[in-house]
């Protein structure tokens, strides 16, 4: 199974930027599907992002234009930059591989809190 470690998460104002890390404990390149989702409070976790092995990305219309998945293969990572953030992208973000296949893996989330 599949490792994932995020980091990056904290408090910041809004408007204000972050920038989160998902590092997995394989080659990306071999995961078809690395996704973003959050959960807030008393919420059902949502899809936010996610980028296919193949380079396309995919967002939230919530998040589109102000949140950019991206990758760095060589250190088998995935990111969120997440810029104006608002008060309702307050949230558990977590990070996943394959999250719609029954082989999927969950990271242990990181906080993101966002205050106005």
């Known amino acids: 199974q599949v490792q994932l470690v995020e980091s990056g998460g904290g408090l910041v104002q809004a408007g204000g930027s972050l920038r989160l890390s998902c590092v997995a404990s394989v080659s990306i390149f071999s995961i078809n599907v690395m996704a973003w989702y959050r959960q807030a409070p008393g919420k059902q976790r949502k899809w936010v992002a996610d980028?296919?092995?193949?380079?396309?990305?995919n967002y939230a219309d919530s998040v589109k234009g102000r949140f950019t998945i991206s990758r760095d293969a060589a250190k088998n990572t995935v990111f969120l930059q997440m810029n104006n953030l608002k008060s309702e992208d307050t949230a558990v973000y977590y990070c996943?591989?394959?999250?719609?296949?029954?082989?999927?893996?969950w990271g242990q989330g990181t906080q993101v809190t966002v205050s106005s």
């Open positions: 980028i296919t092995s193949g380079g396309n990305m």
């Open positions: 996943a591989s394959n999250p719609l296949s029954v082989q999927r893996s």
